[in-house]
């Protein structure tokens, strides 16, 4: 029902900055994209949060991404943005995106996207 493509990941320098974008498709007219996420999963580690949004766009955040992380959303796009500043080594994962899509009748279902790597090395 929902397609979601990441683009914006790549390689940069402790420090910098990088812009994640993700875009969502919808196969059917009826329905509604909800909140929509960014998570990110490191090498041998576990999938975590990084930020989310509602459809109204309240917002919140791990700890780790408090401060230097934001995330958006343009609604009129199906959308959401993750702008990160001052990235950290630590930061370097494949970051995937979210989104729970709700049914006419009330169901949510998840969606992932397929990830895009973020790597933060000198």
């Known amino acids: 029902q929902v397609q979601l493509v990441e683009s914006g990941g790549g390689l940069v320098q402790p420090g910098g900055s990088l812009r994640l974008s993700c875009a969502a498709s919808?196969?059917?007219?009826?329905?509604?994209?909800?909140?929509m996420g960014w998570y990110r999963q490191a090498p041998g580690q576990q999938r975590e949060l990084v930020a989310r949004?509602?459809?109204?766009?309240?917002?919140n955040y791990a700890d780790s991404a408090k401060g230097r992380f934001t995330i958006s959303r343009d609604n009129a796009k199906n959308t959401v943005y993750l702008q990160m500043d001052s990235l950290k080594p630590e930061d370097t994962a494949v970051y995937y995106c979210?989104?729970?899509?709700?049914?006419?009748?009330?169901?949510?279902?998840?969606?992932w996207g397929q990830g895009t790597q973020v790597t933060v090395s000198s």
């Open positions: 979210n989104t729970v899509f709700l049914t006419a009748s009330g169901w949510g279902s998840v969606f």
């Open positions: 919808r196969s059917t007219d009826s329905g509604s994209i909800g909140a």
């Open positions: 949004i509602s459809s109204g766009g309240g917002t």
